[in-house]
């Protein structure tokens, strides 16, 4: 069976009791399927609130936006990965774009940090994805490449096979813009030639499409078998439509 993942990036979005108020009405409208998986990814307030609105749901996990890669220390404001475990995130986004061009993020960055929340145990959420002049110039699969070289390129298929990789180009985020599903397809398939070639066991490699995806759209994208699942950002944060949407069904 097709098992698919649809993960919610809240942003800055939804605060503790909000949170906890969202999954209620979430759970009152999504019962659980076998064929998917839906992750959360809220703002670091809210993740213990979230997680323990899931704990007893093995469908439903719950992940941290970012981390920084030191375990602990004098680094103030940021969030590593054993905090984020404790307060039960199971998994974190690594590398988004917010992060690489609104806060300076380099491919290094996210190097260290896929083999931060691989040390503790966290699922890393590796973000890709070109911006639009790179798009323009036919960059598109250099900058894909480039960006998963960085991140995951010393890692052995073992650990590939705990990494998944969503595949956003900066130029659809937020923007109504989405990649047609054709055109996300042709990414998806470099990138999983690229994690199989480095050892990713077959059918392990688990790619998720970015980027305005909505209620609208998402059949279309879903019925690419390249797509292993979509990561939503603004049509996610209101929890009756994202109920809807993770029961999309390829069309
Ligand atoms: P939108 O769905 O709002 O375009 O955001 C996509 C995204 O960045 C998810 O991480």
């Given at each position: 069976m097709?098992?698919?993942?649809?993960?919610?990036?809240?942003?800055m979005?939804?605060?503790?009791?909000?949170?906890?108020?969202?999954?209620?009405?979430?759970?009152?409208?999504?019962?659980?399927r076998?064929?998917?998986?839906?992750w959360?990814?809220?703002?670091?307030?809210?993740?213990e609130a979230?997680?323990q609105?899931?704990?007893d749901?093995?469908?439903?996990?719950?992940?941290?936006?970012?981390i920084?890669w030191?375990p602990?220390?004098?680094?103030?404001?940021a969030?590593?990965?054993?905090?984020a475990?404790?307060?039960?995130?199971?998994?974190?986004?690594?590398g988004?774009?917010e992060?690489?061009?609104?806060?300076?993020?380099?491919?290094?960055?996210?190097?260290?940090?896929?083999g931060?929340?691989?040390a503790?145990?966290?699922?890393?959420?590796v973000?890709?994805?070109e911006?639009?002049?790179?798009?323009?110039a036919?960059?598109?699969l250099?900058?894909v490449?480039?960006?998963?070289?960085?991140a995951?390129?010393g890692?052995?298929g073992?650990?590939?096979?705990?990494v998944?990789?969503?595949?956003?180009?900066?130029w659809?985020?937020?923007?109504?813009?989405?990649?047609?599903?054709q055109d996300?397809?042709?990414?998806?398939?470099?990138?999983?030639?690229?994690?199989?070639?480095?050892?990713?066991?077959?059918?392990?490699?688990?790619?998720l499409?970015?980027g305005?995806?909505?209620?609208?759209?998402?059949a279309?994208?879903?019925?690419?078998?390249?797509?292993?699942?979509?990561?939503?950002?603004?049509?996610?944060?209101d929890?009756?439509?994202?109920a809807?949407?993770?029961?999309?069904?390829?069309?």
């Amino acid at each position: 069976m097709r098992q698919l993942l649809f993960a919610a990036n809240w942003k800055m979005h939804i605060g503790p009791d909000e949170a906890r108020a969202y999954m209620k009405a979430f759970r009152a409208r999504y019962h659980r399927r076998e064929d998917r998986e839906v992750w959360f990814f809220p703002p670091a307030v809210s993740v213990e609130a979230t997680a323990q609105a899931t704990r007893d749901r093995g469908d439903l996990l719950v992940g941290t936006q970012d981390i920084y890669w030191e375990p602990k220390g004098a680094f103030t404001g940021a969030v590593s990965a054993p905090l984020a475990l404790q307060a039960g995130a199971r998994a974190s986004l690594i590398g988004h774009s917010e992060r690489r061009h609104v806060f300076g993020e380099t491919d290094d960055d996210t190097r260290r940090k896929v083999g931060a929340a691989l040390a503790a145990g966290l699922l890393p959420v590796v973000c890709v994805g070109e911006t639009l002049v790179e798009r323009d110039a036919g960059h598109t699969l250099a900058v894909v490449v480039r960006q998963l070289a960085a991140a995951l390129g010393g890692l052995d298929g073992a650990a590939l096979a705990r990494v998944v990789v969503a595949y956003e180009p900066v130029w659809a985020i937020g923007t109504g813009r989405n990649a047609t599903p054709q055109d996300a397809a042709a990414v998806h398939r470099e990138i999983r030639g690229w994690l199989e070639r480095r050892g990713t066991p077959p059918h392990a490699a688990r790619v998720l499409y970015g980027g305005s995806v909505s209620a609208k759209n998402a059949a279309a994208l879903l019925t690419e078998q390249e797509l292993d699942g979509v990561l939503v950002g603004g049509a996610s944060l209101d929890p009756e439509g994202w109920a809807q949407l993770v029961q999309t069904d390829a069309a």
